[in-house]
Structures are given as structure tokens and as C-alpha cells.
């Protein structure tokens, strides 16, 4: 048995889950007569969102357990922007801020450890985690988040987060006027080439391969000045993560100081799917109007399930949690 005391580990606060064979669970046992293994909610994923969500239940003075291993998808990034009241701050020291903050209300615990698996048992949820010990929960939040898939560049993924970006809000005033190159083809090209000419005019677009515009696509290209390059680009050149250019396949190189690219992604955690709660067409998270899933009980909020920055984490957190606190609070109110 684990005491509330054990659950409350300082430490590092950081985001992410690992599925394993539901063949593992037959191993965990609990008991739902220990207070120390029940909760009202339970979220997967200590981040922001899960962060926000455990503030607005806590408050209501709702019984919850955070359970975080690692790895948010920022942890790269030296700033976060475009944040009110944070603008500039280091990701991590936002985290860590927000967890002292919420743990402050004595019915929120900290759990650092990995969530294996999720089953239904009568009206309760049951989590067991890498440790071997099982939770018991009426209802469960994802805010698990995302995992990029980096393309096979050379340097890529040194830069991910850094100088290579993800989206002009977030870090797009801090590269402003500087030489500035898109990584995609199509409509995402695009749409960043729109968004992006507002903050620099020397832009180019690298397909790495054939460009795929249509024929307005490439008129507007031009008109605006901004080069197609279809050369496949063979490594990214850089000092501990800050880009200098795009090394081509003649041999070339194109010199640039920030790059914006939207590489592959999944979903960081598989639980959910494996359940088998919906997703969209973009592999989100399929959620109603209270950040529940296809599945009624588990709900899900921040990068998994929403637009990726830490304002969106934040507010779809606190909506998930207000939604969650409304759920059980009907529930209980309705039995007596």
C-alpha cells in the first residue's frame, strides 16, 4: 500500500504515459477499500492542462491524483511566448510554479510514475502503473499530450523547438526580419507562407521534393516574393540547436536563421485508443462540448485534443476539470 504522503514526489514536472499489454493488469491488484487507492478523478499527464484541471477540482474540493513521467513536448524550447502574465518565461519553471501551486489544496496529490493501463470495473475505473500499484477512479482526464514523429534530417531534431518552430504565435516575433525558411508542401506550406510574411520578407518555402501548389497557390507565391525550393534537403546545419541552413541535394547550402515545419505526430498516449475513444482526421482526440471522449467517463484536454500552446492547454484544462466537478456533482446530487 502507498500512503497520500508517498503520492506527493518533488519532482520534476513533466508530461507523458506509456502503454503497455493489458496482460500486465492481471498482476496488479488493489483494494477498493483503501482510501489511499481511491479518487474522484484521476489525471494521466502533469502538465499544463492536467495542471489546470487539477486546480479547478481541487478547489472543488474533489479528491485527485496527478500521475506524470516525463517528456512534455516542449522540453526542448528555452521560452514560452504569446502567454499572459508568463510571456518569456522558461516552460519548465511555468511547471513547476503551477504544481507548487495546486498542491497547496489537500486533496490533489502528486504521483511520479507511468501509466500502464485502464479498465472499467462496475461503475470505477482501474489504472495500474509501471510500479505495479493500481488506482481506482470514477472518472479519468487524459492530458497526455503529443509525440513528434522527426523527419530523417540530419539535425532536425537538435533544433526541434529551438530554432525549427511549430507556430508563429508562440515563437514567431523572436525570429522576426531574420531569413526565414518553410519546411512543407501544399496547403500547410501555405497557410504558413501567409502567416509567417507578415513577420520576415525573406521567406522561402523548401518542399523537399516536388512542389505540390496549385496554380493560384503559386501566383500568390510569387506576387508576395517567396521562392519555392524543390531540392530535397539533405541535413540541417546548427550550433547546439540554433540553425545557420539547410544543406540541399546539390550540395548547397541555403543559409536561414529559423525554420517552421509541422512534422508527423501521435498520440503520446495509447491508452485512449486503445479503448477505443474516437479521433479526428488530424489524430486528435475526438471530444463534446465538456472535453469528454467517445467513451462516457474519460475526458481529455490540452495538446492531445486542442490547438498546441500553453494558453489552449490551460483553458482546456479548466474547462475539463469545471466539466468533470459538474459531472460528479450532478451524480451525487441526483442520489440523494
Known amino acids: 500500500m502507498i500512503t497520500r504522503r508517498q503520492f506527493i514526489i518533488q519532482s520534476s514536472l513533466l508530461s507523458g504515459t506509456l502503454a503497455i499489454p493489458g496482460t500486465l493488469m492481471s ?24 495542471l489546470s484541471a487539477a486546480m479547478a477540482l481541487g478547489r472543488s474540493l474533489r479528491k485527485v491524483l496527478l500521475i506524470d513521467s516525463g517528456l512534455p513536448c516542449n522540453r526542448q524550447t ?36 507511468v501509466a500502464l493501463k485502464l479498465r472499467k470495473t462496475g461503475n470505477l475505473f482501474e489504472l495500474g502503473t509501471q510500479s505495479g500499484t493500481v488506482f481506482l477512479a470514477k472518472k479519468l482526464l487524459f492530458a497526455t499530450g503529443l509525440k513528434d514523429i522527426m523527419p530523417a534530417i540530419p539535425g532536425f531534431s537538435d533544433c526541434w523547438g529551438i530554432s525549427i518552430l511549430h507556430c508563429p504565435y508562440c515563437h514567431g516575433y523572436e525570429v522576426k526580419g531574420q531569413k526565414t525558411g518553410i519546411l512543407g ?25 516536388k512542389a505540390e501548389f496549385s496554380a493560384a497557390q503559386y501566383q500568390l507565391l510569387r506576387k508576395n516574393n517567396i521562392q519555392v525550393v524543390e531540392q530535397r534537403v ?3 546545419v546548427h550550433n547546439k540547436g540554433r540553425l545557420s541552413g539547410m544543406v540541399l541535394q546539390d550540395g548547397s547550402t541555403s543559409t536561414i536563421g ?8 501521435e498520440q503520446h498516449c495509447k491508452i ?28 481529455a484536454c490540452g495538446d492531445n485534443s486542442a490547438f498546441r500552446s500553453v494558453a489552449t492547454a490551460v483553458s482546456t484544462g479548466s474547462h475539463a476539470g469545471a466539466a468533470i466537478n459538474m459531472a460528479l456533482s450532478t451524480e451525487i446530487f441526483n442520489l440523494k
Open 78 to 113: 528555452p521560452h514560452s511566448h504569446n502567454f499572459i502574465t508568463q510571456d518569456g518565461a522558461k516552460p519548465r519553471e511555468i511547471a513547476d510554479k503551477a504544481r507548487q501551486q495546486v498542491l497547496n489544496y489537500k486533496t490533489v496529490s502528486f504521483y511520479e510514475d
Open 27 to 50: 498482476a496488479m491488484t488493489t483494494d477498493e477499500g483503501d482510501p489511499d487507492q481511491m479518487f474522484d478523478v484521476i489525471i494521466v499527464g502533469g502538465s499544463y492542462a492536467g
Open 272 to 299: 485512449p485508443v486503445e479503448l477505443g475513444c474516437e479521433l479526428t482526421e488530424q489524430g486528435l482526440l475526438k471530444l463534446d462540448t465538456a472535453q469528454q471522449t467517445s467513451i462516457p467517463g474519460i475526458y
Open 258 to 265: 529559423a525554420l517552421y515545419a509541422r512534422p508527423s505526430f
Open 185 to 209: 508542401n501544399g496547403n500547410v506550406a501555405f497557410h504558413y507562407a501567409q502567416l509567417v510574411s507578415n513577420l520576415t520578407d525573406q521567406l522561402s518555402i523548401f518542399t523537399d521534393g
Open 234 to 236: 539533405r541535413s540541417i
